[in-house]
């Protein structure tokens, strides 16, 4: 997909309270960059709706953004397992508490079994697709409505640098990240003409767990974190970036 080419947004430093008065929803809020980028809404004022399927990291996420003077609501919910009405009725909560949704960041996803496509296991496939495509698709459907509740709103995903371009040994997840990218799109397409924009951003080689379980003997002090990064999450969400839509911003360029 076409990939944003002015890099300014490197270096955005948000306002103060820059946030407040805005509810965002970030899946994968229990590690990683969902639980960084939470946690910095948090620090902006925004009231979030945190989703993450381990119950024990999800709750210090929740300590840590409770710090903050701001409302939260948060469900461990399992992407493998969850159904069409597990996420109707996470809308039809948010909807209780607030009647629309400002932002979402959906950041949860896992790697799978790196391999030849040859050697691809359907079982480990179809896990990969459920989770990081198919939840994707479910989850959104449910939230539009939401989104299009709110005066300006920004659905922003996940995608990968195998995303955008095919690499040996990467086989599910690389298909499964063009599969976002082309949702991305499609979404960004339909709803051009509204208020809601959809983009994506590729984070790149960030110092987290799915990056040591893909690069286990890569020395991980020569990443970035997730905190270094950030500028790209805190983009996409305030209003400045109100004129981007249906692109991919990468967090690190080449």
């Not at 040859?118 to 939230?143: C, G, M, W, Y």
């Amino acid at each position: 997909m076409a990939v944003w080419q002015n890099h300014d947004y490197l270096n955005f430093q948000p306002q103060a309270n820059s946030l407040e008065n805005k509810v965002i929803l970030v899946s994968g809020a229990s590690d990683g960059l969902g639980q960084c980028a939470a946690i910095e809404y948090a620090k902006l004022g925004a009231d979030l709706v945190l989703l993450g399927r381990n119950r024990h990291k999800l709750a210090q996420t929740i300590e840590r953004v409770n710090q903050y003077p701001i409302q939260t609501l948060a469900i461990d919910l399992d992407l493998a397992i969850a159904s069409a009405e597990d996420y109707q009725s996470l809308a039809a909560n948010i909807n209780a508490q607030w009647h629309r949704l400002d932002g979402a960041l959906l950041s949860a996803g896992i790697l799978g079994e790196l391999c030849g496509i040859k050697d691809i296991r359907l079982a480990d496939f179809d896990e990969v697709i459920n989770i990081n495509l198919r939840s994707q698709l479910l989850l959104t459907q449910a939230l539009l409505p939401l989104l299009n509740n709110a005066p300006m709103s920004s659905l922003v995903l996940t995608t990968s640098t195998v995303g955008h371009i095919g690499k040996a040994q990467w086989g599910s997840y690389a298909m499964s990240k063009f599969a976002v990218e082309g949702l991305t799109q499609t979404l960004a397409d339909e709803y051009k003409e509204t208020s809601l924009r959809v983009n994506c951003i590729n984070p790149g080689a960030t110092r987290t767990s799915m990056r040591a379980q893909a690069k286990p003997d890569e020395d991980p002090l020569i990443l970035k974190t997730p905190q270094d990064i950030m500028p790209t999450y805190f983009y996409l969400m305030d209003d400045s970036s109100a004129h981007i839509n249906g692109y991919c911003l990468d967090a690190q360029p080449k």
